[in-house]
């Protein structure tokens, strides 16, 4: 059953033309990924869908039964509630239910009255009914789905009694999402859910959507977010759309066999325009009144061609590359016993790792676990609390800074990067902004007035021009859309020098990086391998350590063997362990013995009576000579 579907949609600005003839259906059900390069119209068609903004011409169509629920990218939540107050607001209606029965059982313990008996029996009946209603509506239960949703996002119970009005914009985003999760419309609209989520709050969500009865459009620029929620992909290229029945990947697929069947039919088009302009030149240069027609004839019908579009797919995708000027040596980075605490929040202690020339590795870990500052410590900006950074020969670092800080918002564009490479000549400043998509007058445009994806790029446009051999790049892909994600990966796999990034894009992290380092609140842990690799290692740790050591040359036989006998050893070592500790004991036991023995040597009714004398002296050489063995039986089981 159609729940939402436009027709002929059109939307401009002046001459703009952001939607044309935007037509699609979508089912109950159906879970949708909108993409599209940014300023695509992906946002302004949902502004349409939610009657935020009005279409100039066509038809939208929404099923009256459905409820819609939208989390817009830039949404700013005003309140003075508590993040958890502001999510139990969800449910006022059961809250009231809820005070309804305390009044009503408050009635209840009225002592009876027997002239009353409509009255008491009136107050039974509600409350039966109320009770009733509450547990329909789910109202023993709403209190743990809030805490469930909170925590899923990545909100901490210490984050509960915060207020609204002092959380950052990315909290205030989330705590927005909740209350939209929380809500269950029908229908949602989702732009950009995953910014301001960790890796475990992005997984959650998924598992959520996945899960999700209702309807689900959502624009998002995480292809693996889009694989694993949608299964249905509507593209927006330059005003119009196109629409499959598949997630991202698939469709990919399927784009690219339908440029390959475009593009034949426009080349095949093509020559059979230029042979009919052949054969109109030829007939009017016979220059008679029969051929004359022909020709006129022949341009009505060549008029009326349906023609094909040349450019069918988006290709204005920044052009990235990397290169290190200068090789550095084989030993990149080495780090020893790192701690960095502020005030009472300790972000990390005891990190440790060593980073060799030509790795690509991920820094992943939960927000605000400190992986800037790890960064920032690196980069010599942040100093440690305990332990060091050593920075190998010829290392040359970069820095990508995802706030964006290290841009002047009072600069041109073209200056920012001017004044930072003066030595460029005007020509090569030009082509070098053009790559990156400033073209025209874009290179005058002020910093600060540019979106995040257009600062995002102006400082990947400086990183490749810094040539640097060792790149520290933190969330790279945030603001960036699919086709710029995809030119950065593409440059950074071919990249000679050694790469360290801190990213929520799994779809990244799976095509670009060999190697994470999990950061914990205790240290680092390696993984030697891509963002797939890291999750199976982590639900079954043991099978891939099984894996691990049959790579080395093991087989499955042997390395049982090989534990049976480690652990043979191990329980060998701990029974000497003990023997060792019993016989010091004992050891102790007849020294203590000893002493005593010689003290008696000391006591006048011992030394002056010859016979007492000689007893005990035969006792100490016995005794010392049975010390003697003990140690003996020590040296050998030490």
């Given at each position: 059953m159609i729940v939402m579907s436009c027709k002929n949609i059109h939307k401009s600005y002046g001459v703009d033309v952001i939607l044309e003839?935007?037509?699609?259906?979508?089912?109950?059900?159906?879970?949708?990924?909108?993409?599209?390069?940014?300023?695509?119209?992906?946002?302004?068609?949902?502004?349409?869908?939610?009657?935020?903004?009005?279409?100039?011409?066509?038809?939208?169509?929404i099923d009256k039964g459905k409820t819609i629920g939208y989390l817009s990218q830039h949404l700013s939540l005003d309140s003075t509630s508590t993040i958890y107050e502001e999510a139990l607001k969800v449910f006022q209606d059961l809250i009231n239910l809820e005070k309804k029965m305390a009044d009503l059982e408050?009635?209840?313990?009225?002592?009876?009255?027997?002239?009353?008996?409509?009255?008491?029996?009136?107050?039974?009946?509600?409350?039966t009914t109320t009770c009733e209603l509450l547990e329909k509506r789910g109202g023993y239960t709403y209190k743990g789905e809030v805490h469930r949703v909170l925590t899923g996002l990545g909100f901490t119970e210490e984050d509960f009694s915060k207020?609204?009005?002092?959380?950052?914009?990315?909290?205030?985003?989330?705590?927005?999402?909740?209350?939209?999760?929380?809500?269950?419309?029908?229908?949602?609209?989702?732009?950009?859910?995953?910014?301001h989520l960790d890796l475990n709050a992005i997984e959650w969500l998924e598992d959520y959507l996945k899960a999700y009865k209702g309807t689900i459009v959502v624009i998002s620029h995480d292809r693996f977010f889009l694989d694993s929620v949608t299964n249905a992909t509507f593209e927006l290229l330059r005003g119009k759309m196109k629409c499959y029945n598949a997630s991202y990947t698939k469709f990919i697929e399927l784009r690219k066999k339908d440029y390959e069947v475009q593009l034949k039919a426009y080349k095949l088009q093509q020559a059979e325009i230029k042979r009919q302009e052949e054969i109109i030149e030829r007939y009017r240069s016979y220059n008679r009144e029969k051929s004359i027609k022909a020709a006129e004839s022949r341009e009505k019908q060549l008029a009326r061609m349906e023609r094909i579009d040349a450019t069918v797919t988006d290709e204005r995708g920044a052009k990235i590359s990397f290169e290190a000027m200068i090789k550095s040596g084989n030993d990149v980075l080495h780090a020893e016993r790192l701690s960095k605490s502020y005030g009472d929040k300790t972000l990390f202690t005891n990190v440790a790792f060593d980073i060799k020339r030509g790795d690509k590795t991920a820094l992943i870990g939960e927000n605000g676990r400190g992986k800037t500052t790890l960064f920032k410590i690196i980069l010599d900006k942040v100093k440690p609390d305990t332990g060091f950074v050593y920075t190998g020969k010829n290392v040359q670092p970069g820095y990508y800074d995802q706030e964006q800080s290290d841009l002047h918002e009072d600069k041109t564009v073209i200056d920012e990067v001017w004044d930072e490479f003066p030595n460029m000549t005007t020509t090569e400043l030009r082509n070098a902004l053009a790559a990156f998509l400033f073209t025209g007058d874009d290179v005058f445009k002020i910093i600060s007035t540019l979106s995040g994806g257009e600062k995002c790029r102006i400082n990947l446009l400086k990183l490749m021009l810094s040539k640097n051999n060792l790149l520290l790049l933190d969330e790279p892909t945030n603001h960036l859309d699919i086709m710029s994600?995809?030119?950065?990966?593409?440059?950074l796999i071919d990249y000679d020098g050694t790469l360290i990034v801190?990213?929520?894009?799994?779809?990244?992290?799976?095509?670009?990086?060999?190697?994470?380092?999990?950061?914990?609140?205790?240290?680092i842990k390696e993984y030697l391998g891509n963002y797939n690799y890291y999750v199976e290692k982590k639900k079954n740790t043991r099978h891939f350590e099984e894996l691990e050591?049959?790579?080395?040359?093991?087989?499955?036989?042997?390395?049982q063997e090989e534990r049976r006998k480690k652990k043979d050893l191990e329980k060998a070592q701990k029974e000497q362990a003990q023997r060792v500790k019993n016989l010091e004991a004992f050891i102790a036991k007849k020294e203590e013995n000893l002493r005593e023995l010689n003290d008696k040597l000391c006591l006048e009714e011992v030394y002056s009576n010859p016979e007492k004398s000689q007893q005990v002296h035969k006792q100490i050489s016995e005794l010392e000579s049975e010390i003697e063995k003990l140690y003996e039986e020590w040296e050998e089981l030490v």
């Open positions: 003839d935007i037509t699609f259906n979508i089912n109950e059900g159906d879970k949708v990924g909108l993409i599209g390069a940014n300023g695509a119209g992906k946002s302004t068609l949902f502004k349409i869908l939610t009657g935020q903004l009005s279409q100039d011409s066509g038809e939208v169509y408050e009635k209840l313990n009225e002592p009876y009255d027997a002239s009353k008996e409509d009255y008491h029996n009136r107050i039974i009946r509600e409350y207020n609204i009005n002092i959380l950052s914009g990315g909290q205030k985003t989330r705590a927005a999402l909740c209350k939209l999760l929380l809500t269950k419309p029908d229908i949602i609209l989702l732009d950009e859910p995953t910014n994600r995809e030119a950065l990966e593409d440059a801190i990213s929520h894009d799994r779809y990244f992290l799976n095509k670009v990086i060999n190697k994470i380092y999990e950061l914990n609140i205790d240290g050591q049959l790579e080395g040359g093991m087989t499955k036989t042997k390395l």
